[in-house]
């Protein structure tokens, strides 16, 4: 199995930057289309970003696009999360997730076959 461990959340300011990671392991790990998403204290987890089967082209929720970036660096294996301009709206939980069939909506998170444990995100206001 893939395994998926997220890191770099924590408290920031409103209007400022941080880069979440997602470190993947295992056989296969680095076959497997990434994305992020996110849940709200009492809300439902949403899309936020993800990568296309063939990792050329890239996926953003409406409430990020041109401020979250969905990059990867293939030699360690990693898949980042830019955000920028961070609103209180985007505190949330965040987690990575791998699909492993071009067959399934990048969009719906029953189209993923693993997932990391996920790292909180505060944004103060």
């Known amino acids: 199995q893939v395994q998926l461990v997220e890191s770099g959340g924590g408290l920031v300011q409103a209007g400022g930057s941080l880069r979440l990671s997602c470190a993947a392991s295992g056989r296969a790990s680095s076959g497997y289309p990434m994305a992020w998403f996110r849940r709200a204290p009492g809300k439902e987890r949403e899309f936020v970003a993800a990568e296309s089967w063939s990792r050329a082209d890239t996926y953003y929720a409406d409430s990020v696009k041109g401020r979250f970036t969905i990059s990867r660096d293939n030699a360690e294996n990693t898949v980042y999360l830019q955000m920028n301009s961070l609103k209180p709206e985007d505190t949330a939980v965040y987690s990575c997730?791998?699909?492993?069939?071009?067959?399934?909506?990048?969009?719906?998170?029953?189209?993923?076959?693993?997932w990391g444990q996920g790292t909180q995100v505060t944004v103060s206001s």
């Open positions: 997730a791998a699909r492993k069939s071009r067959y399934r909506n990048y969009y719906y998170t029953d189209s993923y076959d693993y």
